[in-house]
């Protein structure tokens, strides 16, 4: 089977659904996963909770395989954070899904600027962010980073979309 052909059919078998409360053990083992790896940051289970509504999921069989949050940080400017698909279904463009269902999701909130903060700044700009400094992002900084164990010491990469 050609590489489109499979990466189209795994996809198929993906659903995208807002996340519920029972997803949020899976949504943390997944961040975790990649935390652990110094891949992404870690994110508590209280603060899960807290952002649940800010979160998608990929279920592929009943199982939550992949996650997402658009978390909206003033009225013009949202986070696409832990954006994380388990290692096993990398390639079959389930992340590229979640984004996209996060850039929407942020148009018809009538946000314009979407950021990220990565480690994998490749996969954002094959999806038209571009690179910025952080401190073009200075209501993110001041609300969440300077409490991040890594302030001021940041080592993720920032990139912004103009929705």
Known sequence: MPDSARVKKQTERCRIRRAK???VPKIRELITFY???NLMLPRSLQEIYECLRDYWVGEKNGEVIACAALHVNW???AEVRSLAVAEKEHGAGIGTRLLKRCIREAKDLGIKRLFALTYVPA???RHGFHLCDKEDLPRKIWAECIR?????DCDETALVLDV
Not at 148 to 152: A, G, N, Q, V, Y
């Open 21 to 23: 409360i029972s997803d």
């Open 123 to 125: 996969f954002f700009e």
């Open 75 to 77: 009225e013009d400017l």
């Open 35 to 37: 935390a652990s790896r």
């Open 148 to 152: 991040c164990h890594k302030f001021p």
